[in-house]
């Protein structure tokens, strides 16, 4: 099973609203990300955690903030987001295997969830 | 820097004929590549990946890729294209923990 699971599928929010994203998944995987996607673009990393711990921040503003409660679970917690927040986020995840630094593993993502700020 | 580039924004092909989509590399070491595919309002569902051995790698859907060190290619084919094909395809390379991924190209596979 290679499945990784995020909720909700569509998130409408005001600019001064909080809100949460969440992703699950049961593959034992130790690396979970979350990825930002506009239409038709390529992905852009945005946090990567690993064993639990914050190991990346692609410089991301702090409206939204990661937590990674357990091995299983990944959240994104938004607040006072932009309309050009507006995007799909993807969540993946990957076992925490390396060869000369470099993990040769694959990368599972979610569905998504298509976020609109108005 | 490690990157990939997929050259063409768009690939159209007609159903039943083959179809290939195009990566280069440019990596330090041992390149980890990727390909995924992305329906509409989607994820990215994981095609193949190459990280040694043989240089041609089956995939997922009846897809294949070829890796070709000397011309740092990466290139996505099937056989017989279908219809149901038709997606946005991106190629990555895997650089630390992170995936870097190409700008993407839209296959259009016409009936």
């Known amino acids: 099973d290679t499945e990784v699971t995020q909720t909700p599928k569509h998130l409408v929010m005001g600019m001064t609203n909080k809100k949460s994203l969440k992703c699950e998944q049961h593959?034992?995987?130790?690396?979970m990300y979350w990825y930002k996607q506009k239409a038709k673009k390529p992905p852009e990393l945005m946090f990567v955690?690993?064993?639990?711990?914050?190991?990346i921040n692609e410089s991301v503003p702090s409206r939204f903030s990661p937590e990674c409660p357990n091995s299983s679970l990944l959240n994104l917690h938004l607040h006072a987001l932009q309309p050009e927040d507006s995007a799909l986020y993807l969540c993946?995840?990957?076992?925490?295997?390396?060869?000369?630094?470099?993990?040769?593993?694959?990368?599972?993502f979610g569905p998504g969830t298509r976020l609109t700020v108005l | 820097a490690q990157s990939v580039a997929q050259p063409e924004d768009q690939v159209n092909v007609a159903e039943g004929n083959p179809l290939t989509v195009k990566c280069t590399y440019s990596v330090s070491g041992n390149p980890y590549l990727f390909w995924y595919v992305q329906y509409p309002n989607r994820g990215l569902q994981f095609l193949l990946k190459y990280i040694t051995g043989d240089n041609l790698v089956k995939g997922s859907y009846g897809f294949e890729a070829e890796f070709n060190k000397s011309q740092t290619s990466f290139h996505l084919k099937k056989p017989s294209a279908l219809v149901s094909d038709s997606a946005l395809y991106f190629c990555a390379v895997r650089t630390g923990t992170a995936l870097i991924f190409g700008k993407g190209t839209t296959l259009s596979v016409s009936s």
């Open positions: 955690y690993s064993y639990e711990k914050l190991s």
């Open positions: 593959m034992g995987h130790r690396a």
């Open positions: 993946a995840s990957s076992s925490r295997r390396t060869s000369g630094g470099v993990s040769p593993d694959t990368q599972y």
